[in-house]
């Protein structure tokens, strides 16, 4: 047998001080360690970062690694024409495999390629094979397999659900997100319709999921659990507040997200991790047994991979047979919609330029296809008025429903939160009626819109940004987007039509289709033909891109 080739004094020298920057969790040493410019690769289970920064970002906010020892160490010589530091002689380029053992139990496999430039061993490309979890706990609070059987028999069964951590389910806590209130919080005695509904479905609990603080965001961070990991994104953040939920989905982990929609919590995580997601006519779906946020704008809906499954959901949840909801006064939607469309200008005109020229472009190969709807543009209404009033509305039912928790609890919620309860502390009974006041027409005017016809605009204003950007103009544009569909209790679903280029790669956004209330199951059908159309655009021969 040939014996294995020894590695260079200097390359192992290089490998430890690496794995001892990686334990201490040095950035700068990190980042000294990987090769510079755009062509360097790191790998994981969450997927692939290419160039430098990408990789300093997301190490930015992961932290460090558990205390671990290398157990084992291969190392094999490369031999190579080039690389990021030109052109390699032999014994330059060499590949280290090597196993870890965590103090705390468990293996962990890291394979490198490491390159010699300019005097220096640095690393050129990496994959990262983590021990097994028990469970993401970004993801999960509690989950099992299945966490809670549903029927064995039904339309849904062999589906999967997790349950945002709003809903009750009977012998468990509400956590809300926040350890705190987890902790002061009581068993529920009986379980809410919208879980209900799906277990009498067929379908059986995955496990209950996380969400942001009160589900008070849009983002999907949550600083007591962490961030969960965006599906189609590396290093994105989810989307919020039903970012465990649609994390769980996106990952393969769940089928339906069961989620909860104030002013875009379905319909942004939907839009940033490529899946479906229905926020349903206000008051359609029971809220029961839902912690509330806003009880004038909160809705249920749910999230999927693909257009079938939330169908079969829309389909058996909406239904009388299906839903046993007393407050479904709709039932199901048996006539279609019509097949036009309407572009409001004003929300169009909050998304980015590149979301705005790829929409177009959609819209463009939509009117040359065979089953060409017609599009017409519409004005939505002044957005930052609309927009004003609804953080009033809002902020004034939330610090009802939360204030005197908060009061009592100082320093229990992460700052962002914390700040929006505070802003929502100040709102008087007059600025609420006055904002109140305001709403009303401008729910009448899109009431209006939708009889006969359905808006299509983008979700969000663009791909969802990385977990190190500064979110705060984003979310002000994306919450003009999202609002005005909440202000009218109108159904809005978000179906995976465009995708952006992004600086982690190509990244999914929506586009959202909003229509008249009680027309959620129509709604759906409407979104697969039109989701179907543009498949068919984009397999034609004669398209380019």
Not at 192 to 219: C, H, K, M, N, Q
Not at 509 to 525: F, H, K, P, W
Request: hydrophobic content about 45%; charged content about 20%.
């Amino acid at each position: 047998m040939t014996k294995p080739p020894e590695m260079p004094a200097d390359l192992r020298a290089a490998f430890d001080a690496y794995e001892r920057a990686i334990v201490a969790n040095d950035l700068d040493a990190l980042d000294a360690f990987f090769a510079p410019g755009t062509e360097t690769l790191r790998g994981d289970t969450s997927g692939l970062l290419v160039g430098h920064d990408a990789i300093s970002g997301f190490r930015s906010l992961r932290g460090g690694v558990p205390p671990r020892e290398i157990a084992e160490i291969h190392y094999r010589p490369l031999a190579s024409a080039g690389g990021p530091g030109g052109p390699s002689a032999d014994g330059d380029i060499a590949l280290l495999v090597s196993v870890s053992h965590f103090l705390g139990g468990g293996r962990g496999l890291q394979t490198q390629v490491w390159q010699r430039i300019d005097g220096a061993w640095l690393i050129t490309a990496a994959h990262v094979t983590l021990r097994t979890p028990a469970l993401d706990r970004t993801i999960w609070r509690s989950v099992g397999d299945p966490f809670l059987q549903g029927r064995w028999e039904g339309p849904l069964a062999g589906l999967t659900v997790a349950v945002k951590d709003l809903f009750a389910i009977a012998g468990f806590r509400i956590g809300a997100g926040n350890p705190t209130f987890l902790e002061e919080a009581r068993p529920e005695k009986s379980t809410a319709p919208a879980v209900a509904d799906l277990l009498r479905g067929g379908a059986s609990l995955r496990g209950i999921a996380r969400t942001d603080e009160f589900a008070y965001s849009i983002a999907g961070d949550n600083v007591h659990y962490g961030t969960p990991p965006n599906g189609a994104v590396v290093g994105a953040l989810p989307g919020g507040s039903s970012s465990g939920p649609a994390s769980a989905v996106a990952g393969g982990h769940a089928d339906i997200g069961l989620a909860t929609d104030t002013a875009g919590s379905i319909r942004v995580p939907a839009s940033y991790q490529g899946l479906w997601g229905l926020r349903t006519t206000h008051g359609l779906v029971p809220r029961q047994g839902m912690l509330p946020l806003a009880q004038s704008f909160d809705t249920i809906g749910w999230l999927t991979r693909d257009g079938e499954t939330l169908q079969r959901v829309a389909d058996w949840c909406l239904s009388y047979d299906g839903s046993a909801s007393t407050e479904n006064v709709y039932g199901a939607s048996g006539a279609d919609l019509p097949w036009r469309f309407l572009v409001p200008e004003e929300i169009l005109a909050c998304a980015e330029p590149a979301t705005r020229d790829a929409f177009s472009r959609l819209l463009a190969a939509l009117a040359a296809s065979e089953d060409p709807p017609p599009f017409r543009a519409v004005h939505s209404g002044d957005l930052d008025t609309t927009f004003a009033a609804f953080r009033t509305v809002q902020g004034a039912e939330a610090w009802r429903n939360d204030g005197e928790w908060m009061r009592a609890h100082p320093g229990a919620v992460g700052p962002a939160v914390a700040e929006r309860f505070r802003i929502a502390s100040g709102i008087t009974p007059v600025d609420e009626a006055a904002a109140r006041a305001e709403l009303e027409p401008i729910a009448a005017h899109l009431a209006e819109l939708v009889d006969g016809a359905v808006l299509i605009f983008p979700t969000v204003p663009g791909p969802a940004p990385q977990r190190t950007a500064d979110v705060d103009a984003v979310r002000a544009a994306t919450l003009r987007m999202t609002a005005p569909a909440a202000v009218a209790g109108l159904p809005s679903i978000s179906v995976p039509l465009l995708t952006l280029p992004a600086p982690a790669g190509p990244a999914p956004v929506g586009v959202c289709l909003v229509s008249r209330a009680g027309t959620d199951i129509a709604l759906v059908r409407l979104a697969r033909r039109l989701a179907a159309l543009v498949a068919s655009t984009r397999s034609r021969p004669t398209e380019t891109s």
